[in-house]
């Protein structure tokens, strides 16, 4: 059984930042692309970022790009996603996913994944 599980979501002010992180149990962290995606109130699940098992290969969404990075340690079994100069528009639920049997190096589609977190809210105040 793998458990994902969220934190470090919180209430912060436009501008600011936070460092969300998600541990991982049940089985061998490095075998999973990780992702993260985002879903606010009445719209639909979005993708955010994504990681390779060893951490080489990242990719973020175009519109996040530069605000946003992903990163991982495996030693700890847990992936990050470090969220700089935050904007209201950035008020979600985030969750991050596993992908046991990737066909790439990343994984943007949620569909593809195994395994999900049960999420954590960041709340951007303006």
């Known amino acids: 059984q793998v458990q994902l599980v969220e934190s470090g979501g919180g209430l912060v002010e436009a501008g600011g930042s936070l460092r969300l992180s998600c541990a991982t149990s049940?089985?061998?962290?490095?075998?999973?692309?990780m992702g993260w995606f985002r879903q606010a109130p009445g719209k639909e699940r979005e993708f955010v970022a994504t990681?390779?098992?060893?951490?080489?290969?990242?990719y973020h969404a175009d519109s996040l790009k530069g605000r946003f990075t992903i990163s991982r340690d495996n030693a700890k079994n847990t992936v990050y996603l470090q969220m700089n100069r935050l904007r209201p528009e950035d008020t979600a639920g985030y969750y991050c996913a596993g992908d046991l049997h990737p066909g790439m190096e990343v994984t943007t589609t949620s569909y593809a994944y195994d395994y999900w977190g049960k999420g954590t809210q960041v709340t951007v105040s303006s």
């Open positions: 049940g089985r061998t962290f490095s075998s999973y692309v």
């Open positions: 990681i390779s098992r060893g951490g080489a290969v990242r």
